[in-house]
């Protein structure tokens, strides 16, 4: 089905397109993702869908901007899905969590665009608080001959014998005791743990200076990355509201807009739709996939997530014209 679609998308992207704006009139379309990498690097990581081909993303914005799309704020975004004026095609694109690559990869990428980027921080990443585990288990296949996880050692040979060997450990460490995995396996491998965070961190003297650039709007992702659905109230309140505080208090900046973790159907719902609101932000967004039309409600934005195996302009053209939205609903994966 996806192959089927996908080859639609290539051939008739440009009608579509021109019969969906008769249609919807002005629309939006967010997308997020999580870290980019250069083609080089993203070829030998071991968890590659977690990265964006950063090559990918500069012919991607080229094409955006060659195409009549407006790139935007969130906030700008926000004001055009509740103005009753006609405001055009918008794209908003936000990263989720925050790591290093933000600062050393993405924005010379956006500033040389001349676009804006959403940043969207969970503040345990800037404040050391979070474990990165996925990201060092990554580091240390990608970078090692061969790792010791519980009494088995494992010998690492191509890129693919990597991949391999990080879904099955991920998979194995994920829940609630992946940090004492982790912990247990940067002692047998010799790994510091603190300074594999750094590797991978975003820090907060980054977020100092990307904050004092128009280009770059911060918004909050939660203390600790929690699956807000599952939280109780007082619990989930604190999370949206404490992630807003510390990044006020830390860049002196307003916080307006929020991201679910997670974002899917089961991870946030109408209360916690209504909690973003009392928290005090302007719009929360999820990654439900969609386009976001006029009048369209502000606290459960849907945002279509770009992950590693989408290098194909053409096939951004099913999130731009709202298809994939529109499937999601159908095969109920939304
Ligand atoms: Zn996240």
């Given amino acids: 089905m996806k192959l089927l679609l996908f080859a639609t998308a290539s051939a008739f992207a440009l009608p579509l397109v021109k019969i969906t704006d008769r249609a919807l009139g002005s629309r939006g379309c967010l997308f997020t993702f999580h870290r980019a990498a250069p083609t080089d690097l993203w070829k030998r990581l071991p968890n590659r869908n977690f990265h964006v081909d950063v090559d990918f993303l500069d012919r991607f914005l080229a ?29 908003n694109f936000s990263i989720d969590d925050c790591y290093r690559d933000t600062f050393e990869v993405l924005a010379p990428l956006f500033r040389r665009h001349k676009v804006p980027l959403t940043l969207f921080v969970t503040t345990g990443i800037p404040d050391g608080t979070l474990s990165l585990w996925p990201a060092g288990l990554e580091d240390a296949l990608m970078n090692r001959d061969r790792v010791v996880v519980g009494d088995t050692t494992i010998e690492l040979g191509d890129a693919q014998s990597r991949r391999d060997a990080y879904h099955r450990i991920a ?4 829940g609630p005791d992946a940090e004492a995995h982790y912990a247990a396996f940067c002692a047998a491998n010799g790994i510091d743990g603190g300074a594999m965070h750094w590797n991978h961190a975003i820090s907060w003297d980054m977020l100092e200076e990307l904050a ?11 203390v600790t990355h929690a699956r807000i659905s599952t939280l109780e109230p007082e619990a989930a ?11 006020n208090e830390r860049l002196g900046i307003g916080v307006e807009h929020f991201a679910f973790p997670y974002g899917r159907a089961g991870d946030c719902g109408p209360r916690d739709f209504a909690l973003a609101r009392h928290a005090g932000f302007r719009s929360a967004a999820t990654t439900r996939k969609g386009l976001v039309g006029r009048g369209r409600d502000a606290f459960s934005l849907p ?6 195996g989408h290098r194909s302009v053409a096939a951004m053209e099913m999130h731009l014209t709202g298809l994939t939205g529109t499937v999601a609903r159908v095969i109920g994966r939304d």
């Fill in 63 to 91: 094409h955006l901007v060659a195409n009549g799309w407006d790139v935007v704020t969130m906030s700008e975004a926000v004001r055009r899905s509740a103005s009753a004026d006609r405001t055009g095609r918008y794209v």
């Fill in 303 to 308: 945002r279509n997530t770009i992950n590693g």
């Fill in 171 to 174: 998979t194995s460490w994920d």
């Fill in 237 to 247: 309140l604190a999370e949206l509201e404490q992630s807003r505080r510390r990044l």
């Fill in 212 to 222: 004092k650039d128009p280009l770059f709007e911060i918004g909050a992702h939660t």
